[in-house]
């Protein structure tokens, strides 16, 4: 016997009518073909088996978006990491450390700078030496940085800024700056030029048997008189064409100016600074000196 779909399509295989103990009747209560309805389940299994694989392809397509995301930020943070290394590297190889030795245009540039702030340095000759670490020492102590006579990002930051003291009593004459220790020449009410010294170390010494402490006294003063034009030596060592304000104190060149207190109470000032304040006229006799 010949079973006879809807369409008319005839079924000898499915005249059983059972699968798996039941017979096979669509919802309209027709027969229903074994093989369709095992085609049925295998187009459901078929169906749940694309489902995973798409679901599947899903996940790993947003996998490999999120991946690539990871990637271009990655790439886009090291870009980001890269330009402003090359900022900071741009920076420091516009002002870099520099200390006594070092030459070349980066020091010209320092020395330049340091001269039309006051902080004399001599001719600009791209070398850094005993004058530039004079004037440097000069900037830093001016700023109450730390004393080294190397410039590096601080002293740059202070130099780039243009730090410079003023003045206490105005008008034309020399100041000494006893806490920052440093020498001022004042004109016109303002500082012209500023440079490192060394005063009195506030030890005990002895001179011709007597004990005296190395001071230097503070007050108002003119410088009175001066010494040879060369080295003038005693008991106490040598003075580069010293200029006398307090009796036995005066400026003078020295061949060590540190950047503390050392003297016995005269104010060091470098030879080369001497030999200039003394040709410039800066230095002379009547001169209003102030030490506080």
């Avoid at 001179?207 to 034009?229: D, H, L, Q, V, W």
């Amino acid at each position: 016997m010949m079973d006879v779909g809807l369409d008319g399509t005839t079924y000898e295989h499915c005249r059983r009518g059972v699968v798996d103990g039941s017979t096979n009747i669509d919802l309209l209560g027709n027969r229903t073909p074994r093989s369709c309805v095992i085609g049925t389940r295998e187009g459901n299994r078929s169906g749940r088996v694309v489902a995973r694989s798409t679901r599947r392809r899903r996940v790993m397509e947003h996998n490999e978006i999120s991946r690539r995301g990871v990637v271009a930020g990655a790439a886009a943070m090291g870009a980001l990491a890269a330009v402003g290394t090359g900022v900071a590297t741009s920076a420091s190889a516009a002002n870099p450390v520099l200390k006594a030795g070092s030459r070349g245009s980066s020091v010209t540039a320092l020395q330049k700078r340091l001269n039309s702030l006051g902080y004399w340095c001599g001719t600009p000759d791209g070398v850094f030496g005993a004058l530039t670490v004079q004037a440097v020492l000069a900037i830093q102590k001016v700023a109450g940085l730390g004393r080294d006579g190397v410039v590096g990002a601080k002293t740059w930051g202070v130099v780039n800024r243009g730090t410079r003291p003023g003045s206490r009593r105005g008008g034309n004459r020399m100041e000494v700056d006893k806490r920052r220790q440093i020498v001022m020449v004042v004109r016109g009410g303002s500082v012209k030029y500023i440079f490192n010294t060394s005063t009195g170390n506030g030890e005990l010494f002895t001179y011709y048997g007597r004990k005296i402490r190395a001071t230097t006294p503070s007050g108002e003063f003119r410088i009175n008189r001066r010494g040879s034009n060369g080295w003038d030596y005693g008991a106490l060592g040598g003075l580069w064409r010293p200029f006398y304000f307090n009796g036995g104190i005066a400026f003078h060149g020295s061949a060590s100016i540190p950047a503390y207190p050392a003297s016995h109470g005269c104010c060091r000032l470098s030879v080369s600074a001497q030999n200039f304040l003394i040709a410039n006229r800066l230095l002379y006799i009547g001169e209003p000196v102030s030490v506080y």
